[in-house]
């Protein structure tokens, strides 16, 4: 049994890390362990900036969105040097195992952790972007999903007033989930993800054929930045169409507000498990939901392999559209 651990928050902040953060430092507690909080992500191994928590540093920080942690990026821990000296910080306090919840990207620095160092690390998927494989839901995407349907919600009644063709770009640099889920729970025409190629002459000559038939008061687009920007095609689609178009960009405010209930329980739930696991010995590991129960992937593939997008919501989108 491991007696002395660490968590840390890294990469961008998603709502239900501060409820998966709470779930690490009760469990190890409970088990008789030590628990570290590491500030500021990888900069703060680096920095040597962690500091032992009890049960009350995490009182009153389920409902909060953002992480108490904090999360920061860091250069020097891209390096295997950087990499040397956290892994000294951590040895020096006794620390034996760390728990890191992110991203592909800080997961990725996680593996380097522990191949390079022998770092015993366990993962937690916080992301809103949902694109971590060999799992249906990530940390905050839960969240995130539920405030771009908000904006889709107040931008159907403007545009639906003025006859406009709407278009809201939300997050998703590499992944479409966001758009693709918010989209097809919001009623949008169209959803454009970098996982499907789409023609902007065709889709502007539909609309056009709609709107003289009268068939359409407005029509809702949903872009992942990955597959383009907002601004750019909806200044193209006016040009086309000849018809009022405006552009949305939701930028972080998709990052922010209290977890919903799934992301608070999940987190939890995911957060209690990733500790005892961690506590008992396993190394190189995310947990995360798959088809509505735990499962643990290998961190090697959890960070190399690429998730795809489900091809029947990609085909049901545009059934309902």
Not at 13 to 37: E, Q, Y
Not at 125 to 137: E, F, K, Q, R, S
Not at 154 to 179: N, Q, Y
Not at 212 to 222: A, F, G, M, P, T
Request: hydrophobic share 40%.
């Amino acid at each position: 049994m491991r007696k002395t651990i660490a968590v840390m928050t890294s990469g961008g902040d998603s709502p239900g890390m501060n409820a998966a953060t709470r779930a690490v430092v009760r469990t190890a507690i409970l088990n008789g362990a030590k628990i570290f909080g590491v500030y500021n992500g990888y900069r703060g191994l680096l920095e040597n900036d962690m500091i032992e928590m009890n049960r009350r540093s995490v009182s009153d920080i389920i409902q909060r969105g953002g992480t108490i942690l904090g999360t920061a990026r860091s250069q020097e821990f891209m390096t295997p040097e950087g990499r040397a000296k956290a892994a000294e910080n951590l040895r020096e306090r006794g620390i034996e195992g760390i728990v890191v919840i992110g991203g592909d990207g800080s997961l990725r620095g996680a593996q380097c952790l522990a191949d390079e160092q022998n770092i015993a690390v366990v993962g937690l998927p916080g992301t809103i972007d949902n694109d971590i494989w060999g799992m249906d839901y990530t940390i905050g995407s839960d969240t995130a999903s539920n405030t771009i349907i908000d904006a889709i919600n107040k931008l159907r009644d403007t545009a639906s007033a003025h006859r406009r063709i709407a278009i809201l770009e939300v997050m998703g640099r590499h992944s479409g989930w966001l758009a693709l889920i918010t989209g097809m729970s919001g009623g949008a025409e169209y959803i454009l993800v970098p996982e499907d190629s789409f023609d902007l002459d065709k889709i502007a000559a539909e609309i056009r054929a709609m709107y003289d038939e009268n068939q359409k008061r407005y029509v809702l687009i949903v872009v992942a930045e990955g597959a383009g920007s907002a601004i750019e095609i909806g200044m193209k689609l006016e040009e086309k169409t000849g018809i009022d178009t405006r552009a949305s960009v939701l930028g972080h405010i998709q990052r922010g507000g209290s977890p919903t209930v799934i992301d608070r329980v999940y987190a939890s739930v995911l957060g209690e498990k990733a500790t005892l696991a961690l506590l008992s010995g396993v190394s190189n590991v995310v947990y995360g939901i798959q088809h509505g129960g735990i499962v643990n992937v290998n961190l090697y593939d959890a960070v190399t392999k690429k998730k795809q997008l489900d091809p029947e919501y990609i085909r049901m989108a545009k059934v309902l559209a």
